[in-house]
């Protein structure tokens, strides 16, 4: 088990890269802690996929350090640098039984017998997979093969850290989170360092502890389940965190706040004050979906707004709304009702009103 | 204009793909079938493309015997998990070729292209090449050509399961809205019962190569006819729990006990199944007669805006879902208080008996 430290590192599938367009992923700086679950989450294309790579030394970055424990890897292959891997699809030995598939990783370094036996017991127990030691690997179902893969990483008693690539692509849906659960407790078990890449945010939040947003080759927020929902570093954080994402509306400077259109947002006297110090002219508003109230009765502080959809999720309801010229998400809860074209009023409780100069989130200074 | 599936079966090695189905899909509806991998959706997807033929049964297209007829003869597009394009050709030329195949005349193809382009947001992309795309965009330029002919029927299977949920989320939006206005028929297949909540119209639950039920998407889910459509058309699934009823009490699992209030007191005594949606159970109790039960949490599960917490005892085990970011550790001791008015009642033939009242408002 390792700390991982990426050190202005950047990679670059071009030989001759001329700007910022060139690279997959931007000069950055980031340390994964020993014994840390963490998630690597953005789209396709964003560069988690490079990093990864990078991180377990099947990529060589073209610019920058990786440090295990503090020490320089970079010309290390996989296997010198004792990463497990676990990919979309299982990869297993289909002829082999699960036991000898669980074996195998032991075998190659040389571990006697007797120890085998009792570490394959071990982690078949974990995974629930004891009663199946010695089937064939390939008369098991999708989500065996791939424990059975999870199991061959977890194996070793001398890896350095378990990196995860969308593990659980070809799970079914039902099946889901009880792999989740169980790679959930393998950590807390283990305390092995793991790195989860996905796109998706569900499976990023359940498994981690601190997530790393990526976008664009850079790391945009770094912080837990919690701070990446309630105050997202970067718009691209309140855009895809969230069902449906964080409604964002550029804005202007108003006294006392912001506004768009015929609209004036006041807003907390430190953001005011902060945006007096600012030159930039990219400004936005960001507001969760969640957090926005939905009144049928005005007061001082709502804004009329018209009802243009509700669609309706079973769970939950999603409201758009028309606010001057600017739509708007609400989610409510499955008993709302308003009808289509009908007037509703709004109000912005003031701590969830996230300011974003240049795309970034303005925060307070301690 | 409509599509029928009449008896509609089809084994292939002893093994039933398609069970008897009998369904009727009308022009301008926008039919999804739900059910998990191996449910027949494919299969009888297949089947009404023409691609397979039937073991047993008739497939009626306006009445008329079409079993069996070549896909050719007929007006249907299909779009697939995979986004299949032809690499050498223009994202323009691709949307294109079905039309160029028709022999249309050159104005309406360029018409035709461009409008089917705009729908699906692909039109400063025209000039590139599929490969240049991302896969959202790859996917969009394959939607644009099934959606360009004006086909009379259109297939999808599962076409978003490869993309990032940000995209898949904003690609459903856009074929909802496509659809309302189109007068084809639209079938889309999904393991997912929110893809299926959030396209709307029609839901068909298809289980074992098997019709489950079918009807207009929230008849379906908030009536499910039986414990397996409860817990098919149910993301993370109901929980169930059986419970014994007698002249003053419910007990379930020979366990937990509680006067009987409500819509309760009308069950005649016997045994049945208790169904509760995982974000009907609460944290803290709503009504003085919730049924209150002490667990222990197994996992917190957080999605960006909600928490789906998994809690247990050692009687049951139960998935709550709630709104916002709950972080508990595993074991942690937990009171759950579940709603008399949510609870959805099945017999014990798993037959449905009774549904939710719905609160205040909340007319079907």
């Known amino acids: 088990m390792a700390e991982i430290q990426l050190k202005a590192l950047a990679h670059s599938y071009s030989d001759t890269p001329t700007g910022p367009d060139d690279y997959a992923i931007r000069q950055l700086d980031h340390v994964w802690h020993k014994g840390g679950a963490y998630a690597l989450l953005g789209p396709s294309g964003c560069g988690k996929s490079t990093m990864l790579n990078i991180i377990s030394g099947l990529i060589q970055p073209s610019e920058g350090e990786v440090l295990f424990d503090g020490k320089r890897v970079n010309e290390l292959s996989p296997r010198d640098r004792n990463i497990a891997q676990v990919f979309q699809f299982p990869v297993i030995y289909d002829s082999m039984t699960v036991y000898e598939n669980l074996a195998f990783p032991l075998k190659n370094n040389k571990v006697p017998a007797s120890r085998i036996k009792v570490r394959v017991q071990e982690i078949a127990e974990v995974l629930e997979i004891e009663d199946k030691l010695h089937k064939k690997a390939r008369n098991l179902t999708a989500d065996e093969k791939q424990k059975v893969s999870m199991g061959r990483g977890l194996v070793r008693e001398d890896v350095s850290a378990i990196l995860f690539d969308e593990p659980l692509t070809v799970i079914d849906p039902q099946l889901k989170w009880k792999l989740r659960r169980k790679l959930k407790q393998i950590h807390e078990q283990f305390d092995i360092t793991m790195v989860y890449v996905t796109h998706d945010q569900l499976e990023a939040s359940t498994f981690a502890d601190r997530i790393a947003v990526m976008y664009d080759g850079q790391v945009v927020q770094f912080g837990t389940p919690t701070e990446l929902f309630e105050a997202p570093n970067h718009t691209f954080v309140g855009y895809f965190i969230g069902s449906p994402g964080m409604n964002i509306v550029e804005v202007e400077r108003c006294s006392d706040g912001v506004c768009f259109g015929s609209t004036v947002l006041p807003l907390e006297s430190w953001q005011v004050d902060i945006l007096k110090r600012m030159t930039s002219g990219n400004l936005k508003i960001g507001i969760r979906p969640e957090f926005i109230e939905i009144s049928p009765i005005a007061s001082d502080d709502t804004y009329e707004a018209n009802v243009q959809d509700i669609e309706d999720l079973g769970t939950y309801k999603i409201v758009t709304v028309q606010l001057g010229e600017q739509e708007l998400k609400v989610r409510q809860n499955e008993e709302f009702e308003a009808s289509i074209d009908s007037p509703v009023h709004l109000s912005f409780p003031k701590q969830w009103l996230m300011l974003y100069v240049d795309e970034f989130l303005v925060q307070e200074q301690q | ?364």
């Open chain 2, 1 to 364: 204009m409509s599509l029928t599936l009449e008896n509609l079966s089809r084994t292939v090695d002893g093994v039933d793909y398609v069970r008897d189905a009998n369904l009727t899909f009308e022009a301008g509806s926008f039919n999804v079938l739900l059910g998990r991998t191996l449910a027949g959706k494919t299969s009888m997807m297949r089947l009404m493309a023409g691609l397979d033929k039937p073991s047993q049964g008739r497939l009626l297209y306006n009445g008329e015997d079409v079993t069996g007829q070549n896909v050719q003869r007929r007006n249907i597009s299909m779009i697939y998990q995979q986004f299949i394009n032809y690499p050498t050709l223009t994202v323009y030329e691709n949307i294109a070729s079905p039309l160029r195949l028709a022999k249309m005349a050159e104005s309406e193809i360029d018409r035709r292209v461009k409008e089917t382009a705009s729908m699906l947001q692909i039109e400063p992309l025209l000039k590139r090449y599929p490969l240049e795309l991302s896969g959202g965009q790859q996917q969009r330029t394959a939607m644009a050509r099934a959606l360009v002919k004006d086909a009379t029927l259109v297939l999808f299977d599962e076409p978003l399961v490869n993309l990032d949920y940000k995209l898949r989320e904003e690609l459903r939006a856009e074929l909802r809205d496509l659809f309302r206005e189109r007068q084809c028929i639209a079938v889309y297949a999904t393991t997912e019962a929110n893809e299926a909540l959030a396209l709307g119209g029609t839901t068909t639950l298809l289980h074992e190569g098997g019709v489950v039920q079918t009807g207009p998407v929230m008849e379906v889910y908030r009536a499910p006819v039986n414990t397996l459509a409860a817990q098919l058309f149910s993301e993370p699934p109901m929980n169930m729990v059986r419970g014994r009823v007698t002249d003053t009490e419910v007990t379930f699992d020979e366990y937990s006990h509680h006067a009987l209030t409500q819509e309760l007191e009308k069950l005649t005594p016997g045994d049945y199944w208790f169904g509760i949606r995982p974000s009907h159970i609460a944290l803290v109790p709503t009504n003085d007669d919730d049924l209150e039960m002490s667990m222990e949490v197994a996992l917190s599960e957080i999605s960006g805006s909600e928490t789906f917490m998994h809690v247990e005892n050692s009687h049951f085990e139960m998935v709550m879902q709630l709104m916002g970011v709950h972080q508990y550790h595993t074991g942690a001791p937990v009171k759950v208080y579940l709603p008399i008015n949510k609870l959805f009642v099945f017999d014990k033939d798993e037959q449905l008996v009774h549904t939710p009242s719905r609160v205040a408002g909340g007319a079907v």
